[in-house]
Structure formats: C-alpha cells, structure tokens
C-alpha cells in the first residue's frame, strides 16, 4: 500500500467511525448512565459539530489522494469521487442551517444521517490505487 491509500483508509476510519460511534454507542451510552437529558443534549450537540467538521477535513484529504491517485475527472465521474463531493455540500448545509437557522432540529438530524450512510457507502467501495502509466 502507498501513503496515498494508507491515509484514505485512515481519514475514512476516523470521520465514517466516529460519526456512527457518536450517535448509536455514545449518546444511547450516556442516556443508559442515567444522566440527565438536557446535558446528553449538550454534549451530543457539541460533539456532533466538531465530528461534523473532522468529516469535512477528513473528506477533503480523501478528496485530495482520490485527485492524486485516479485523476480530477474522477471527482464527479467515480462514485466516490461524487460520494466525498455530496459530503462536502451536507457537512457545510450543517454548518449554515445550524447558523442562520438553529431551530430545524430535523434538518440537521437528516445531514448528520446522511453523512454517515455516505459514509457508509464509501467504505463499501475500494480504495484508490494509483494508475499505470
């Protein structure tokens, strides 16, 4: 394995990882601990944008080596490539509704959900390889 192919796998391990780590071990977690709602609320809400964000760094670097190792075509001709570039515009929608619109709860449920099935859906695919010349 390359370095390109090694830090795929490891961006992709800590955004896709945590995201499903944080909303169905953690906060289900600390519910079953018996602490209080409004802090799970808290901390789940702090957590989950910073994850957010770890997503979107993440993303771009595996965006990067997809660029490096295949080709740029392949941002929006490969299914990952299209994958990472869906994640992109989700985690910033996150970041503007929870700005400009803190009340739709929902929404921001839905691009958390959406994130991490992208996620998943990337993981199910292989990792970029560099191409013969």
């Known amino acids: 394995m390359n370095a ?6 490891l961006a992709q391990t800590f955004w896709v990882g945590g995201l499903w780590l944080l909303k169905f071990l953690v906060v289900p977690a600390l519910a079953k601990l018996g602490l209080a709602p409004l802090l799970i609320e808290e901390i789940a809400a702090a957590l989950t ?16 080596v997809l660029v490096r190792l295949e080709r740029l075509a392949s941002l929006w001709q490969d299914l990952r490539g299209q994958l990472l570039l869906t994640v992109l515009l989700v985690a910033g929608s996150y970041f503007v509704v929870r700005h400009w619109w803190p009340e739709a709860q929902r929404w921001l449920l839905f691009s958390y959900l959406v994130l991490a099935f992208c996620g998943l859906l990337l993981v199910l695919q292989p990792v970029p390889a560099r191409r013969a010349q």
């Open 4 to 9: 390109g192919a090694i830090s795929w796998l």
């Open 49 to 64: 944008s910073l994850l957010i964000g770890l997503t979107a760094c993440c993303a771009v670097l595996q965006l990067f």
